[in-house]
């Protein structure tokens, strides 16, 4: 048996080890349970979730690039009573913790939707998704300046008790104001990055490939642009990151560890070889051993900048 | 549904364009059922590249068979594949066609949709009718298979240079008119291109008839968690609703469809 402690706390969201996939690729989770024992993860981050069911963008939604994709998926979903009810049993037999992305398009929208997934049973954290580039109304909106960025975690601090993580959007000209503000009104928890604004056209038709125009890019492409950014956070920040963008193996996920993060969210490779997670935690525990680590906390923000 | 490793048993050329990988597919192809698909990761493709979903052509003895074309980077690379090499396949997947109805099976093929009809013509209680169109006599695929079952095939091409000259819903049209003078249900499955499913689920809507129409998406996950290819669908009451594609389908009754 090993004696390396993977366990760790982000922000009172209690993971035994760090990794947890990324809201929008893993679905309710219940998708993934037959390739993946969904047991063994930190924790599943399910997709984003408003407070009535919503339809999403029309197609084409995503399209494949050079180390990624870019994805316009709108943020279907079942609404909060939908995934209480169909989702939520699932989950909370197979016992594993359940962070919760949520949105909406006011103030109060996202402060009733937390208030109203406070009580349910299992959920131990709300992820804010204060970033998504791919709705009109809501999402990003809010996550481009610090002040509404405070204003609007403090109204869904007034309305749980449940850990809180804002996630932040990587399209900003300097991510620690966003961080500052996020603790400050309440946040126990940031969460970064989400996808990167990006467009794709057809030249043939001279058309942009996505309905929406524009969408989000994710996977490998991404990943140096997150361990930047979660770098610059970590300076910034006196909560737990957790840190996401292009993981595919566990050699980037010890990456923004070291650069700071407590706990790391597997996206885009979980459509690519759903096994990535468990080997993200597997791979988490060799390096630790190798390196003589006793915990996983040892790793968060151990870079070494002046050798 | 499982992730598993299967290797290459053969991979021939069934036409220029077209190609037969054979897999041993093991407990995946024991439980394949016709209608279903499987998601391959290619492999010779970079590591970041998604999955493609496939047809299933055949499952036999644990060998599951995928009739495909090159169409796009990700099926030019899969040419290539030996037997003997490994790849990773994600299966079976989706609903399939529902295999306890009644009436006059009639099959409507477009192009390589034909595939997933000759697993269903394997695994159905009773023979019918299969028709097929393409564009040319070269994208006619699989149908000696067919009439060694039983079958009687039914040839459309839209340049003539095979069967009679023009879509495939003309003959189809003929069919369900001689049905209808014998007296004779008929149930439709069909698979190929958006236009013909829909003029095929218009053409059941009309007669009365059940269609199952195999749609085709271009899909990221395959297992119903990403939201990708999803579609719009009437509920029995009336109102409306947003299915995947991959995991609600890929097959549906006309009737369901919201085009």
Request: aromatic fraction near 6%; hydrophobic fraction near 45%; charged fraction near 20%.
């Amino acid at each position: 048996m090993s004696e390396v402690d993977l366990s760790v706390n982000l922000g009172g969201i209690k993971m035994n080890n760090p990794v947890t996939v990324a809201s929008g690729t893993f679905g309710y989770g219940r998708e993934y349970a037959d390739l993946v024992d969904i047991t063994q993860l930190g924790a599943v981050t399910v997709k984003g979730i408003r407070l009535e069911p919503w339809g999403g963008n029309d197609l084409p939604r995503h399209v494949e690039v050079p180390g990624g994709m870019v994805n316009a998926i709108g943020l279907q979903g079942p609404g909060v009573d939908g995934f209480v009810n169909e989702y939520m049993p699932f989950l909370l037999e197979k016992g594993v913790p359940v962070i919760v992305n949520i949105w909406g398009t006011s103030l109060e929208e996202y402060a009733e939707v937390a208030a109203r997934l406070s009580d349910v049973e299992g959920i131990c954290g709300l992820e804010l998704n204060i970033s998504c580039p791919n709705v009109k109304e809501g999402g990003n909106a809010f996550g481009t300046d610090p002040k509404t960025v405070a204003k609007l975690v403090a109204s869904v601090r007034a309305a749980t008790k449940l850990p809180l993580m804002p996630k932040l959007a990587p399209n900003v000209s300097d991510i620690k104001p966003f961080v500052r503000a996020a603790q400050e009104s309440g946040a126990d928890a940031i969460s970064l990055i989400n996808t990167i604004p990006a467009m794709v056209i057809d030249i043939e038709s001279r058309t942009p490939v996505l309905s929406n125009k524009v969408g989000g890019l994710s996977g490998s492409a991404i990943h140096p642009v997150a361990v930047k950014l979660v770098w610059e956070a970590a300076q910034a920040a006196t909560v737990p990151i957790l840190a996401m963008g292009g993981i595919v193996a566990a050699e980037q996920a010890i990456e923004f560890m070291i650069a700071g993060a407590t706990s790391v969210a597997v996206g885009t490779a979980n459509f690519i070889d759903p096994s990535t997670s468990i080997a993200v935690i597997n791979g988490i525990q060799d390096y630790l051993e190798r390196h003589e680590m006793k915990s996983a906390t040892e790793l968060t923000g151990s870079i070494i900048l002046n050798k | 549904m499982f992730d598993f490793l299967c290797k290459v048993k053969e991979h021939p050329h069934v036409t220029d364009d077209y190609m037969l990988i054979q897999l041993h597919a093991g407990k995946l192809a024991e439980q394949a059922r016709p209608g279903q698909f499987v998601h391959i990761r290619i492999p010779g493709l970079e590591k970041t590249s998604l999955r493609r979903p496939f047809s299933i052509y055949n499952s036999e003895d644990g060998i599951l068979s995928i009739l495909y074309k090159a169409v796009g980077r990700g099926t030019e690379v899969m040419q290539s594949l030996q037997p003997d090499s490994e790849l990773q396949v994600i299966g079976p997947l989706g609903n399939g066609f529902p295999l306890d109805g009644s009436g006059e099976p009639l099959l409507v093929a477009g192009g390589y949709g034909v595939a997933p009809l000759y697993f269903l013509a394997t695994r159905l209680n009773r023979k019918g009718v299969l028709l097929v169109g393409g564009r040319t006599a070269e994208d006619i695929l699989a149908i000696d298979k067919f009439k060694e079952l039983g079958w009687r095939v039914v040839v459309a091409t839209n340049d003539g240079s095979m069967g009679e000259k023009g879509f495939v819903t003309v003959p189809l049209l003929r069919e369900l008119e001689s049905c209808k003078a014998a007296g004779k249900e008929v149930e439709m499955f069909s698979c190929g291109p958006d236009a013909m499913l829909k003029a095929v689920g218009e053409m059941a809507i009309k007669s009365n008839s059940k269609a199952w129409l195999s749609l085709d998406k271009h899909m990221v996950c395959g297992v119903g968690a990403c939201l990708a290819c999803v579609q719009k669908l009437h509920k029995p009451d009336g109102s409306t609703w947003i299915g995947r594609v991959c995991s609600d389908g890929p097959i549906f009754e006309a009737g369901e469809i919201v085009w």
